[in-house]
């Protein structure tokens, strides 16, 4: 029989473990991180509702969700997916993230078929995601949300050529806009303005 070591807990674990107070605190601060994407949804909602877009109507059929989890690398998370529309290989989402203890994120998911039907309007709007702070994945997996340098780098940090070739050799395109957590109480307004960003490059539309 395989002796388990004996188990042992630090000064601070043993401290946490006497004390309800901060999971309690833990539980608040993510119903709150909940309604403040409910808060982002509704100001995305508006801004679709008042622009005359040409996307694909199949990505607004599916209601906007809210995820959420406790192990993202041992981290909780909360995930606004809207719009939406994951169909097997086929991917069309605006992610806005809130990760514990790192950041907030906004993201712009494409895979499949919407990869190449937009891929040449992101091509042709590199100027204006290096301006706007954007990464891109360079991760030969789409579902990792963290910004090392073996999944997302600056638009800024590449030149168009390498941009050309990563958008290229890979079946989905992630662009995202990482934000402080210390930026919680403008996220709604920094959602819908990078919101307004991907639109308006996606659709070609005349920004105002």
Not at 76 to 91: A, G, V
Not at 97 to 126: C, D, M, P
Not at 175 to 193: A, F, G, H, M, R
Request: charged share 25%.
């Amino acid at each position: 029989m395989q002796h388990r070591a004996k188990i042992q807990f630090s000064e601070l674990e043993q401290s946490l473990m006497r004390n309800a107070e901060w999971i309690l605190t833990k539980n608040a601060i993510m119903e709150k991180m909940k309604w403040l994407l409910q808060d982002c949804q509704d100001e995305q909602a508006a801004l679709f509702s008042n622009m005359h877009s040409s996307l694909p109507a199949e990505i607004f059929i599916t209601s906007a969700k809210i995820s959420k989890g406790e192990n993202y690398d041992g981290l909780p998370w909360l995930m606004l997916d809207y719009p939406r529309h994951f169909e097997k290989e086929n991917s069309f989402a605006i992610r806005t993230l809130f990760w514990w203890g790192n950041f907030f994120s906004v993201t712009l998911h494409l895979s499949g078929k919407y990869k190449e039907q937009y891929a040449a309007n992101i091509i042709s709007q590199y100027d204006t995601l290096n301006q706007n702070d954007f990464y891109l994945c360079v991760n030969n997996t789409e579902w990792e949300h963290h910004f090392e340098k073996t999944n997302y780098i600056p638009v800024n940090k590449t030149d168009i050529d390498a941009f050309l070739q990563i958008i290229n050799e890979k079946n989905f395109i992630k662009l995202s806009v990482k934000i402080d957590l210390y930026q919680w109480e403008n996220l709604p307004e920094q959602v819908v303005s990078i919101t307004k960003t991907i639109m308006e490059m996606l659709d070609q539309l005349p920004r105002r």
